[in-house]
């Protein structure tokens, strides 16, 4: 059976991780397996998912992903196995793999792994030392920020293919030049940046939890160190300031590259973008198989590979209508929007507050995503125009020094028509 289009994210030792992360939403998934003993996918587990993944997928190219927890705890001879699977159950297709990590035990044991199997590896850091150890911090309470750059060097050094991943958080976001300058600077060509929002129960959950999903009706909070829907914004508005000022094609930061897809007409690459998901799911240790990593609840359990066809889950009623509800549930607030078509609602995670007439499903980052989303439109409408006529897009940056100039000089004044063709007020717009 072929289901077309959807990605699993394997987690292989399940939330088992050496790091405690104070924001971390996934270290308490252990409670939803109460009677492990031994936190590793079983070997006829491994090799059932392998084989049934690379068979649902008619596609030349079948991309893997290995996360956690921290999937380094499970040793080099586990992914080894890993590859030997993969060898194995190709039947003539490439197979690709891309590893999240926190780096903290990456040594050169296991760079010349990923360099041999080219395997593409995401390193989890939040910025320079005092912004990261912020909430990055071990078991002990410990910081991690020398040992994870010691894991990065260590990738530098043996040229391992590696990009970053950028938690935004209470503690960073009022810092985003510091934080892009810092990754920029230290070899990451690639920046994924991820809100954290997470909303804290009062009391535990039946289920163990106390971080809870959106439709959770009891009480509770915004945990402290979520990040605030402006800040967000903001923090991205000025990355992108400087991104597009001098660092367009040399520098890929996830979202920009995402928004330029849909201002050029293509649909959102970025599951969180698009008017319905469903097609990123997670599977755990055990062969459960979940509608998507942000959703590992009883609730949205699909069933276990052990059990049926990985390809028959995918494609089951319950997948398909929680795929479907994303787009149906979104409040007529945001079908108005004028930036619905770059956002349709973000993630549905995100969706716990009310819109102003007082309907339920806003999300929570709406006034940071709206903020940004106008903000970069009248660079992406340029970008998207160059790409139309087969022109680069870092055409932009020349653009843009242009329009600095002459704001420098004097010819726009602060309350005339924005040059870059926003319909804005310059004062309000590239003048801010």
């Known amino acids: 059976m072929s289901v077309p289009d959807f990605h699993v994210l394997a987690k292989p030792i399940g939330p088992i991780c050496n790091l405690d992360c104070k ?30 993944y690379i068979e649902a997928h008619d596609t030349p190219t079948v991309n893997f992903a290995w996360q956690g927890g921290e999937p380094t705890l499970l040793g080099v001879d586990f992914f080894r196995r890993v590859v030997e699977l993969e060898k194995r159950y190709a039947n003539g297709k490439q197979i690709a793999n891309a590893f999240q990590t926190n780096g903290v035990l990456i040594n050169d044991t ?45 990738l530098r050094r043996h040229h391992v293919e590696f990009n970053t991943l950028t938690t935004v958080h209470r503690a960073n976001a009022d ?36 971080l809870i999903s959106p439709d959770f009706t009891g009480q509770a909070q915004v945990a402290p160190w979520s990040v605030e829907p402006r800040q967000f914004g903001r923090f991205l508005c000025s990355i992108f ?49 979940y509608s998507c990593d942000h959703f590992v609840y009883p609730e949205n359990r699909l069933g276990n590979i052990m059990d049926a066809p990985l390809a028959s889950l995918v494609g089951s009623e319950q997948q398909q209508r929680f795929g479907v509800e994303k787009e149906s549930t979104l409040p007529r607030y945001c079908r108005e929007c004028d930036v619905r078509f770059a956002c349709n609602g973000e993630c549905p995670k995100h969706r716990f507050l ?44 020349r653009w843009v020094a242009e329009e600095d100039a ?27």
């Open 23 to 52: 924001y971390c939403f996934y270290l308490e998934k252990e409670s939803l397996y109460p009677q492990v003993e031994k936190w590793a996918m079983r070997d006829d587990v491994l090799e059932t998912y392998i084989r049934q």
């Open 110 to 154: 296991w760079a010349e792994f990923f360099l041999e199997q080219q395997f593409l590896i995401g390193i989890s850091v939040d910025g320079p030392r005092e912004l990261h150890d912020a909430y990055r911090v071990d078991k002990g309470g410990q910081p991690t920020f020398d040992r994870v750059m010691r894991g990065l060097e260590t």
């Open 175 to 210: 810092a985003p030049l510091e934080v892009y300058r810092f990754l920029r600077d230290n070899g990451s060509g690639f920046m994924q940046f991820i809100p954290i929002v997470e909303r804290i129960a009062h009391q535990v959950t039946e289920d163990g939890l106390r």
């Open 241 to 289: 300031d400087e991104w597009v000022r001098r660092d367009v094609g040399r520098t890929y930061v996830q979202l920009f590259d995402v928004s330029l897809g849909i201002w050029a007409g293509m649909e959102a690459s970025l599951c969180v973008f698009r008017k319905q998901c469903g097609a990123a799911l997670a599977i755990e240790h055990s062969g459960d198989l």
């Open 354 to 397: 009310t819109t102003p007439d007082g309907e339920a499903g806003l999300n929570y980052l709406c006034a940071g995503y709206k903020m940004f989303f106008h903000h970069i439109d009248p660079y992406m409408r340029f970008m998207a125009a160059e790409l139309a006529a087969e022109r680069a897009p870092a055409n932009v940056m």
């Open 406 to 432: 002459r704001a420098r000089q004097g010819k726009v004044g602060r309350n005339d028509p924005c040059p870059c063709g926003s319909g804005r007020k310059f004062k309000q717009c590239c003048g801010a």
